[in-house]
């Protein structure tokens, strides 16, 4: 089991940008592949950016070209930075390890464990 940490959630207006973070416990990182996940109140977790061992990225639509996803493995980190925000972004974000066919239609949580996740408020 990954123990992991999320940051870097905060308050912001629609339009701004926040950049969370999720710190891994252990030593293997590199060769975990890594997700963010997402969820808002009264709906199911959500995908929204995945990143694999190497470095390939895959987005949901619904943040395609607003959100980047990248990694430090000798920081044993994964990062999630989230531009041009809009209120439909407002959730908890969590990481987890990913594992499945590389797709956001496809890719599962690798671990049952979550953590205590960030939350972030786009609002006026």
């Known amino acids: 089991q990954v123990h992991l940490v999320e940051s870097g959630g905060d308050w912001v207006q629609p339009g701004g940008s926040l950049r969370l973070s999720c710190a891994a416990s252990r030593s293997i990182f590199s060769i975990l592949h890594m997700g963010w996940y997402r969820q808002a109140p009264g709906k199911q977790r959500e995908l929204v950016a995945a990143i694999t061992s190497g470095g390939s990225t895959v987005y949901a639509a619904s943040v395609q070209g607003r959100f980047t996803i990248s990694r430090d493995n000798a920081k044993n980190t994964v990062y999630l930075q989230m531009n041009r925000l809009k209120p439909e972004d407002t959730a908890v974000y969590y990481c987890?390890?990913?594992?499945?066919?590389?797709?956001?239609?496809?890719?599962?949580?690798?671990?049952?464990?979550w953590g205590q996740g960030t939350q972030v408020t786009v609002s006026s």
């Open positions: 987890n390890t990913i594992k499945g066919i590389f797709t956001i239609a496809t890719l599962r949580p690798g671990d049952d464990y």
